[in-house]
């Protein structure tokens, strides 16, 4: 069993910054590519960005520039650092990653972001 738990959303004005983390603990012997996407009331679930298990960082085209995924592997540990916010970037934040051999797919409860005009 994996649990995946996210931490540092909350309220920020326009412009400001957040870090969000989610940390993975369980049974886990190898976690690959690691990932958060986000949901908007309304919408459906977006990727917001994955950085695979040797650093390489993919991004969603709304979020290049102003969004950094990072990871601590020796804390099974996941990082979104989000500057320069926008009322649009409201929206609960989850992450996932794909664990052990068969790249099991695991997810976090996700975190509420809103960002204030």
């Known amino acids: 069993q994996v649990q995946l738990v996210e931490s540092g959303g909350g309220l920020v004005q326009a412009g400001g910054s957040l870090r969000l983390s989610c940390a993975a603990s369980?049974?886990?012997?190898?976690?690959?590519?690691m990932g958060w996407y986000r949901q908007a009331p309304g919408k459906q679930r977006e990727l917001v960005g994955r950085?695979?298990?040797?650093?390489?960082?993919i991004y969603a085209d709304s979020v290049k520039g102003r969004f950094t995924i990072s990871r601590d592997n020796a804390k099974n540990t996941v990082y979104l650092q989000m500057n320069s916010l926008k009322p649009e970037d409201t929206a609960v934040y989850s992450c996932?990653?794909?664990?052990?051999?068969?790249?099991?797919?695991?997810w976090g409860q996700g975190t509420q972001v809103t960002v204030s005009s």
């Open positions: 369980g049974s886990i012997f190898s976690i690959g590519t």
């Open positions: 996932n990653a794909k664990v052990g051999a068969y790249e099991d797919t695991y």
């Open positions: 950085i695979t298990s040797g650093g390489t960082t």
